[in-house]
């Protein structure tokens, strides 16, 4: 499982530590790539800005997109996400405090996976990550790279 690569998009850094905390707790030991912003995450999936000349064949097996970011909302990412033949079927789960339910809605009509929201508190935070984790990276058939690609 440890060869799958996770994204997770998002800016509140508590929010971030408790979510390295809760995989690393729960041993989803995959490597997780950080993006703070919207356009940190579109960089980094298409391979530009900072990101150009990565490894495109490192395209990650689940996104987990906070909605409220900086200079690109989650919405938005998740609409160029879709838009794009070369990431248009990457799994992507909402992962959200978000309780407007305007954003859970949008959010399926641009085409998430999931709509999540995070709890509060830490155990059931870690367990919520743990079932993401079990579910996206070993339960989940994931359609093949080539076959992303080619669309």
């Known amino acids: 499982m440890s060869n799958k690569v996770i994204l997770l998009v998002e800016d509140n850094p508590d929010?971030?530590?408790l979510t390295?905390?809760?995989l690393k707790k729960k041993n989803i030991l995959n490597e997780v790539i950080v993006a703070h912003d919207g356009v940190e995450a579109l960089d980094y999936l298409f391979a530009e800005g900072m990101y150009a000349g990565r490894d495109e064949d490192m395209?990650?097996?689940v996104i987990l997109l906070?909605?409220?970011?900086?200079?690109i909302d989650g919405l938005e990412v998740l609409r160029r996400v879709r838009a794009d033949a070369r990431t248009s079927l990457l799994p992507i789960v909402v992962l959200t405090s978000s309780k407007e339910e305007r954003d859970m809605i949008e959010s399926y009509s641009l085409g998430c996976n999931s709509y999540i929201r995070k709890p509060v508190d830490f155990v059931q935070f870690g367990d919520a990550v743990e079932q993401l984790?079990?579910?996206w990276l070993v339960l989940n058939a994931a359609p093949p790279r080539k076959e992303?690609?080619?669309?």
Do not use: F, I
């Open 148 to 151: 992303v690609a080619a669309r």
């Open 66 to 71: 906070d909605l409220k970011l900086p200079r």
């Open 133 to 135: 984790g079990l579910y």
């Open 20 to 22: 390295l905390r809760a």
């Open 15 to 17: 929010d971030e530590a």
């Open 59 to 61: 395209t990650p097996e």
